[in-house]
Structures are given as structure tokens and as C-alpha cells.
């Protein structure tokens, strides 16, 4: 079975992370998606919105794909715990990839107990707008773990930080916007008018 585990802040879910999840749906037997605590950030809201809202995102697109489910128990702020969470949920002969955009490919090098963590799963970089893909990045990923691809994916040209900085509508689907709505979120973050 082929798993792909795409973890996000979700800060908050946007039509690119729905962009992103259609791909992986398209291309993996399983994708296991969560909101996660990215221990380089600050949050604009706390986890159990940022999850939430990934669950409605997630709900919305399940009429097309079932394979693609919530996975909040497998969270861990630490990507090596997450994969021993994914690898007790699923079994050990899981073939494994984690998806990462590639504003974090040069990180992840230096994530906790990194030389353990990638030499058991594979990497799927995200392309992102505004940040390059390196060849040697690349070499030295497939280095460290069993093989790296870059997902023949365009994203739409922006991020959650674009939308709690600017406040745009049109980068959200439906129900994300009543849930951050409903629930006051993002408002200290608006620009004022």
C-alpha cells in the first residue's frame, strides 16, 4: 500500500491545500492528512481549529476521493514520531512518503533525529511559488532516504500567511470561511481598511 502522509499548519486551510490533496488522492493508495504543531512557527490559531477546519476541507472532497482521511492521531510536532504513530496504525511494510513543500526542503536536513527519520520513507516535494528547487538539495535527499520526487503539481500562488495578512475570501472554500466566521478566528491579523 502506498501512503502518503501530508502534515500542514493548516493556518488555515486554502484552495491550495485542497490543490494539494487532489494530486496526492489521485496518486497514492492512502492519504493521511493532519494539522500539526511546526515547531519553527507561530500559529494564527490554535490546533484543534486549524484541525477542524482541515476536517471540513477534507469532508468536502471525499464525494470524489475516499482515500483521503483526517489522521489527527498521528500528529506529532516531531515528523519521526509520526511515522512510528503511522507505521503502528498501518503496519511496517508500508511504502511510506512524506509530502513537504519545497520552502521546507533545505530544512528538513536538520529536523529531529533526521538520518533516522528519512531513511526509512521517501520525500515528495511540493512545488511552491517563490522558492527554486535545488538540484543538490535534491541529490542529497535521495541520499539520506529511499528516493525523492518533485509532484507534477501547480499550486495556486499563495499561502494561509497570504490570507491572514490580507484577508482574502476567494482562498477559501465554503466551509472553512464560516467556520473562521463562526468562530472569530484571524481578526487581530487583518490589515486595516
Known amino acids: 500500500m502506498f501512503v502518503a502522509i501530508f502534515g500542514t499548519s493548516a493556518d488555515p486551510p486554502t484552495i491550495a491545500h485542497k490543490t494539494i490533496l487532489n494530486y496526492l488522492g489521485n496518486n497514492?493508495?492512502?492519504?493521511?492528512?493532519?494539522?500539526?504543531?511546526?515547531?519553527?512557527?507561530?500559529?494564527?490559531?490554535?490546533?484543534?481549529?486549524?484541525?477542524?477546519?482541515?476536517?471540513?476541507?477534507i469532508e468536502d472532497m471525499n464525494s470524489t476521493y475516499g482515500n483521503i482521511i483526517h489522521c489527527p492521531e498521528i500528529s506529532d510536532r516531531r515528523t519521526i514520531y509520526t511515522v512510528e504513530k503511522a507505521k503502528?496504525?498501518?503496519?511496517?511494510?508500508i511504502d511510506l512518503t512524506i509530502v513537504i513543500g519545497t520552502d521546507l526542503a533545505q530544512q528538513i536536513f536538520t529536523w529531529y533525529e533526521a538520518q533516522q527519520l528519512w531513511q526509512g520513507v521517501k520525500v515528495l516535494l511540493i512545488p511552491?511559488?517563490?522558492?527554486?528547487?535545488?538540484?543538490?538539495?535534491?541529490?542529497?535527499?535521495?541520499?539520506?532516504?529511499?528516493?525523492?520526487a518533485i509532484a507534477n503539481c501547480q499550486t495556486p500562488p499563495?499561502?494561509?500567511?497570504?490570507?491572514?495578512?490580507?484577508?482574502?475570501?476567494?482562498?477559501?472554500?465554503?466551509?472553512?470561511?464560516?467556520?473562521?466566521?463562526?468562530?472569530?478566528?484571524?481578526?487581530?491579523?487583518?490589515k486595516s481598511t
Not at 493521511?32 to 482541515?54: C, I, Q, T, W
Not at 535545488?134 to 539520506?144: A, K, M, Q, R, S
Open 28 to 57: 497514492y493508495d492512502f492519504v493521511a492528512v493532519y494539522a500539526s504543531e511546526n515547531p519553527f512557527k507561530s500559529h494564527g490559531s490554535d490546533l484543534p481549529h486549524r484541525s477542524r477546519m482541515l476536517e471540513l476541507l
Open 128 to 148: 511552491r511559488e517563490g522558492y527554486k528547487i535545488d538540484n543538490e538539495v535534491i541529490t542529497n535527499i535521495n541520499h539520506i532516504s529511499l528516493g525523492c
Open 88 to 93: 503502528i496504525k498501518w503496519g511496517e511494510n
Open 158 to 190: 499563495f499561502s494561509s500567511t497570504d490570507y491572514r495578512t490580507n484577508h482574502d475570501q476567494g482562498v477559501l472554500t465554503d466551509k472553512v470561511k464560516t467556520y473562521i466566521e463562526e468562530n472569530s478566528l484571524y481578526l487581530d491579523e487583518q
